[in-house]
């Protein structure tokens, strides 16, 4: 059984190489289409689009992982958070809401 996905690496790393391929042409054709005319540059080759593209992942999103705390859990631990204010906490974190909707308009103290 665990033979079965060696035989699948092949098909999936040439499909995500082929996938890389389409997407930096795509960056490609949309750049020599509206960059160069705008800018009076030169046109850009496939491997520039992919080295755009790589950049602007580094750039605007870096190579950190995913978040594997999804909103239900965020969800649970602010509710648990807020189970453990007292009164005071709670009256100061809902005027410090400075009229949210959740909390409806402020009240004057």
Known sequence: MKKKWLKKVPFVMGAIALGAVAFSGVVMLLWNATITPIFHIS????WQAAGLLLLSK?????????NRMGWHHKRQMMFAHCQNLTEEQKEAFRNNMHGCRVYGPMTEA
């Open 43 to 46: 046109a850009i080759t496939l």
């Open 58 to 66: 580094i750039l605007f999103s870096g190579f950190k992982g995913r």
